[in-house]
Each structure stands twice: as C-alpha cells, then as structure tokens.
C-alpha cells in the first residue's frame, strides 16, 4: 500500500521567513495531493493540494510543489505569521475523493 | 461551506463498556465516509472505510469486531468501540465525501478517553 513519509517533524522559523515541507510516497499511482493544516484538538483543515496532471499551484502565500518523477511534494510558505503555528500533514490517495494516506505531520513554528 | 459534525465531542468511559460516535454531512449526502484515529502528537491513521447500504472497509490491523461501523444513512455513520479499554483512548476523526463533488470534509473529532 501507500505510504507517505515527511520531513521534518519539527520546524522553528523567524516571523517573515519561508518554510518549506517535504513528502515523498511510494506508489505510483497516487494522484492527488493535499495539504492540511491543524491546530491542537481540531479537525484538519485543507490549505492547498494539488493534481498529477500539474507541477505547482500556488494560493497567496502557500504554494505546492509535485515532482511526479521523483514522487516527491512540497510545502512552501511565505512571509509566515505567528498564526502559521500549527501542525501541517500531507497526504496522498489514488485518485481525488478516495481515502487518504497522511505523512507523520510537521509541527511549524513560527516565532515572532 | 459543507459541514461535518460529530457526536459527542468528548467522552470518558470505564473499560469494558461501549461508546457509540456519530457522523453526520449536515448539507450534503455522502455515501462514504472515512473514519481516522489520532494519538497524541501522531498522524491520522485511516482505520475503516464505511459506506452507506454495505459493509465497511477496515484497513489492516483494525479489528472490525471491535470497531463497530454502521452507515445506515447518506448522512450518518456511526463507529462504535466495543468492550473499550484504556488503549483506545484517542481522537476520532470522521470525514465525509460528497456524492456530487468527491470532495471530503472532516469533523470536529470525538476525543474518547477509557478509564
């Protein structure tokens, strides 16, 4: 089966610098990317995700990344805020809708 | 946006009983629903897929007699954890997809805490 490994586990940046998550998966057919954020004792909320049939998207100061060659996927943050503190999962699932396989998830913290 | 609740947010119970947790797609119909399990500063593990009219899907390592899943409505699903014991403490996540858009959506999550 899949399985989505994440790096790092932990991330400590200055208020106005960029982070950067990476994942990797290991089965070739997955095709759909999300990214979740989630803060302590709440739901996942999706920030971004993104398709195999396109290598970046980008919403404001989030964008993704998809290296479908390497079966790599990134996370990048700009200009981050104290309230980008949280704990950030990617995922991947074969297709857009079925069930999802997360990473180990990165705790960020933002320190202003 | 479409929302997803659970019920109840938070429980304790003593080991051994049984404690029912529900999902409900309040605007929207979804015939699968997702059920995950979260410890404490892990990830979210997928442990069953439930789908409305037919039995669930339960992931490797998940006991299917232990972790009871009805899905008896296009906007229901229920986990029950029987004969619960200590080590199932954790945080319940359901997520519901819609019919129409596939799109998934999480609940609030049920924090079950077994004493």
């Known amino acids: 089966g899949e399985n989505v490994e994440q790096h790092p586990s932990t991330l400590s940046v200055q208020e106005g610098d960029s982070a950067v998550i990476k994942c990797t998966y290991s089965?070739?057919?997955?095709?759909?990317f999300p990214w979740y954020k989630q803060e302590l004792g709440k739901r996942p909320q999706l920030i971004i995700d993104i398709r195999s049939n396109v290598g970046e998207k980008k919403d404001q100061r989030i964008a993704v990344t998809l290296n479908k060659t390497a079966k790599h996927f990134s996370l990048h943050i700009t200009e981050t805020q104290p309230e980008d503190s949280a704990v950030y999962f990617c995922?991947?699932?074969?297709?857009?809708?079925?069930?999802?396989?997360f990473g180990a998830g990165t705790i960020l913290r933002v320190k202003s | 946006g479409a929302v997803v609740s659970q019920h109840p947010s938070r429980v304790i119970c003593k080991s051994g009983t049984s404690v029912k947790i529900e999902c409900r797609s309040l605007?929207?119909?979804?015939?699968?629903m997702f059920w995950y399990r979260q410890f404490p500063k892990q990830s979210l593990m997928l442990m069953a897929t439930s789908n409305e009219g037919s039995k669930a899907t339960y992931e490797q390592g998940v006991e299917k007699d232990k972790f009871l899943i009805n899905h008896a409505s296009l906007t229901l699903s229920t986990l029950t954890v029987t004969s619960a014991h200590p080590e199932d403490s954790s945080f319940y996540i359901c997520?519901?997809?819609?019919?129409?858009?596939?799109?998934?959506?999480f609940g609030p999550g049920t924090r079950l805490t077994v004493t």
């Open positions: 997520s519901a997809r819609d019919q129409t858009t596939y799109e998934q959506y």
């Open positions: 089965d070739s057919a997955s095709n759909y």
């Open positions: 995922a991947a699932s074969i297709w857009y809708g079925n069930k999802l396989v």
């Open positions: 605007d929207f119909q979804a015939t699968t």
